[in-house]
């Protein structure tokens, strides 16, 4: 089997070039598949290799926050301990009952890290974000979720504490990013803890009982994050449409030079959805928020 | 997510055009059928590795 064959169309027969031939196209789709499939072994059998390493500053969220609030004319949310405290010990209970949510599976609710930090607040609000790369992006997402711009761009709060923490979440490194917002001054409504865009009102219960929550140790990261699996797809996938779009291109050159018809599909179609797919692949990116 | 969901009107646009018009042509093979399919599939795969 002549090496040029795999890149050029056969010189006689003149069929595609094995590269961009379907039988080459199972064979991406099936490599592709196995390495998804080899991630997630992998995030199983050796917590903390796979993850994220992002670059996000506290300071920087909190000063981000307070531009979109600027923005809408909003009064600025400032620094409080109570509250960074609260974020903090959310973020490392989430590590430690390995859990993405609003509410623990243990019970434990947004209002319990409030309190049992020591912010007696009339009305507060949790945004949760993960896998974030910089503090542009986290503040850019909540921006873009209706339900976190609300709550970011709420004109009750006053404070905010937030706590960014690196750990193993379900066997892969993340990066937790809790925003607490509150107020302390007296409201008409009874205390309200606004989460995903609805507002829960805490049960009387809970206030009179403040709940003794303890810092505990985040899960340590014993092994060395070795690969970034969503960067390491995201370049794998940029070099296969690039590769393929060359050799569609060569094989449209080649034919015309040489003159000749054959029943195929169209080159065309199929640089179109490449393309289509490299600017999703572009734009798309393993950041959540919550 | 908007970016699978635009793909996938894409996809969904690319595989309706590739029948109508090879059928239409009647140069619907097995292979030709293939190669449609797998890019489809292979832009949905790539994509996915990425987002979930």
Known sequence: MALRNWFLPHKDTHKKAHLISWEAMLVYVLLFMLLQVGFSITVYT?????????????????????????KKGLGKVVENDALDKAAKLKAENMFSENYWAHFAPSGKTPWDFILGSG??????????????????????????????????????????????????????????????FGTTELLATKPVVEVSGKQVSVPVQDLTNKPQLV??????????????????????????????????????????????????????????????AAGSLFMSGPGVVL | MTGIKILAVGILIYLVWALIHHKRDKSLTFAVFMEYLLTALLSIVLLTGVIF
Not at chain 1, 51 to 59: C, E, L, P, R
Not at chain 1, 227 to 249: E, H, N, R
């Open chain 1, 46 to 70: 050796k917590p903390g290799i796979l993850g994220i390493t992002g670059s996000i500053d506290q300071k920087k969220l909190i000063e981000l926050t307070n531009t979109e609030r600027e």
């Open chain 1, 119 to 180: 912010y007696h607040f009339t009305f507060a609000g949790e945004n949760l974000a993960k896998n974030f790369y910089t503090s542009e992006e986290v503040v850019t997402a909540w921006m873009n979720s209706p339900t976190h711009r609300d709550n970011l761009l709420n004109s009750h709060y006053k404070d905010i504490g937030i706590a960014v923490a690196e750990g193993v979440l379900n066997g892969q490194k993340t990066t937790l990013i809790v925003q607490e």
């Open chain 1, 215 to 276: 810092e505990g140790a985040t899960q340590v990261i014993t092994s060395k994050t070795l690969l970034d699996p969503y960067k390491f797809s995201k370049s794998a996938g940029f070099s296969v449409i690039i590769l393929m779009a060359i050799l569609l291109t060569l094989d449209v050159w080649v034919l015309k030079r040489r003159g000749v018809f054959r029943i195929s599909s169209h080159h065309i179609a199929h640089m179109a959805l490449l393309s289509l």
